[in-house]
């Protein structure tokens, strides 16, 4: 249940700088350390090899430590994420571009409700 007492007596200012915070680590941090990680360097090495089989198991991975209950959402977008990076000629900006506006639209999504 909605306390609106502890809403009211908390600063607004309190309320934004957490949204800030919540919005540069979703929408800037995770994406270009997830990026860099997943995409940059472990789907750069394993892809010489393995193509398909690398962007399978590096997405199970990737969904696998968001430590969450909606793991087909992650294993999902991290295939996108993979093609996305594949078909721009691993440009990784493609690829960060594209999960820092995912991450940002759900942030949005949830800051709504």
């Not at 793991?71 to 994420?81: C, D």
Request: aromatic share 16%; charged share 10%; net charge neutral.
């Amino acid at each position: 249940m909605i306390d609106y007492e502890e809403i009211i007596s908390t600063p607004a200012t309190t309320h934004i700088k957490l949204s800030v915070v919540a919005i540069v680590m979703s929408a800037i941090v995770s994406p270009f350390i997830e990026e860099t990680l997943f995409r940059g360097m472990l789907l750069n090495y394993f892809s010489k090899y393995y193509l398909k089989t690398s962007v399978i198991v590096l997405s199970l991975l990737f969904a696998s430590l968001h430590l969450d209950l909606f793991f087909y959402p992650y294993f999902f977008s991290s295939i996108i994420l993979s093609y996305a990076y594949l078909k721009s000629n691993k440009d990784l900006r493609i690829s960060f571009s594209v999960h820092a506006l995912y991450n940002s639209l759900c942030l949005l999504f949830l800051l709504m409700n």
